[in-house]
């Protein structure tokens, strides 16, 4: 019996480009980076919602993302054909002598053509669940006996790839991933292997690599994203006086990683602008006061209280505070009604804008994506921001 099960997402120039791969050479093991998401949430987030928000996007503003199997501590998926590409390991994260830095040379020039992408789910708080790593093991070893590869040798990360800070856990605390390394061998050689062991992604014990505590203290609403760009997609924004971690090393051209917890335990990681943090030694010396909560103002509990009822798009357009509540819960989720606008689009207004933002939510937690808030919504928003 297979470790995962194939569920074809339909080809689309997004996220499954269709395109026979040129084999298979190495594993590229990833982290979603969507704390609480599991890989059904996913499958119908690259199967139907990056399509569908593609298709009302500019070009220059459309994403191409994807991965062959999702892992979670259930279920592991295959959403795309092992001999075809998936977008997932050709993202330019340094530049090294005039080109993208490509540090797997039997991958070169492009990742996507020569390896199959596993992406590991990641639980609320930001960690793996050790059942997640043990079947993202059995994964690794189906596919490691299919394609004849060693998985010491052949399986790598997304950053040994790009110098992405994928997956962040096995990133910051390389003996995390060694430990996984060795636990595919042996189950490969047949040996039961329990208690699969999972690190904190926050403990090292080398100096580069090594997160050191650090506050936002010049900038409020700091934006926290996806790359070292001020171009790629934003996670969050830190208000003044955040509480967050910069991995000592990781700042490239101005911009350095950092990982940011908030008061309901979840855990978020990607790049900021380094000219707006300080370390803790700065504040002490320039006088100021360090903030004593980690918690941003959009996630004051007074913020959360979510209308009964029903909204979509109407003509006119419904408005008021009912309104407001709605997206200022989406948008602590991230989910925001317009990410470009002003207060991220929290206008009260309920346009096209926020009923796309309520159906990107409904697609990623497995309600019906009509873009209209209702009691199943409310409910589950109020589920995630407990």
């Known amino acids: 019996m297979s470790s995962f099960r194939n569920q074809y997402i339909d080809i689309n120039k997004w996220t499954r480009p269709g395109i026979k791969n040129n084999g298979v050479r190495k594993l590229t093991v990833h982290y979603t980076a969507n704390p609480g998401a599991t890989a059904a949430n996913h499958y119908t987030f690259f199967g139907r919602t990056l399509p569908e928000t593609n298709r009302t996007r500019p070009l220059s503003k459309q994403e191409f993302a994807s991965a062959h199997i999702f892992v979670d501590r259930t279920d592991a998926i295959c959403i795309i054909p092992l001999n075809e590409v998936a977008y997932h390991a050709n993202d330019v994260q340094q530049i090294v002598n005039g080109q993208p830095y490509r540090g797997v040379a039997a991958l070169k020039p492009n990742a ?90 926050a403990v090292t014990h080398t100096d580069t690599g ?76 320039s006088g100021q006061k360090k903030s004593s909560s980690s918690k941003p103002k959009t996630t004051e509990k007074s913020k959360f209280s ?38 991220n689009g929290i206008d009260g207004y309920y346009g096209p804008k926020t009923a796309n933002a309520v159906k990107r939510f409904q697609s990623m937690y497995g309600l019906t994506a009509d873009g209209i808030y209702g009691p199943k919504t409310k409910a589950k928003v109020e589920a995630l921001l407990k």
């Open 306 to 343: 979510l209308p009964n009822g029903v909204f979509k798009v109407t003509s006119p357009l419904t408005k008021g505070e009912a309104v407001k509540q709605i997206q200022t819960a989406l948008a602590a989720l991230y989910y925001y009604p317009d990410k470009g606008a002003p207060n």
């Open 112 to 201: 996507n053509f020569l390896s199959v992408g596993v992406e590991l789910c990641i639980e609320k708080n930001g960690t793996f669940h050790p059942d997640t790593v043990a079947r993202a093991e059995q994964v690794c070893a189906e596919l490691c006996k299919m394609f004849k590869l060693d998985p010491i040798n052949d399986i790598v990360r997304h950053y040994d790839i790009t110098h992405k800070i994928c997956p962040a856990p096995w990133v910051s605390n390389p003996q995390g991933f060694t430990g996984f390394k060795s636990r595919v061998k042996k189950r490969m050689a047949g040996t039961v292997v329990t208690g699969s062991v999972v690190s904190n992604p």
């Open 210 to 285: 090594r997160f050191i505590k650090n506050t936002v203290v010049a900038k409020d609403g700091l934006v926290l994203r996806t790359q070292r760009s001020a171009a790629s997609s934003m996670v969050l924004t830190l208000p003044n006086g955040t509480i967050v971690k910069y991995q000592l090393g990781s700042t490239v051209n101005g911009w350095g990683y950092v990982e940011y917890t908030n008061s309901k335990g979840q855990t978020f990681h990607g790049y900021v602008n380094v000219s707006y943090i300080k370390s803790d030694n700065e504040l002490k010396s």
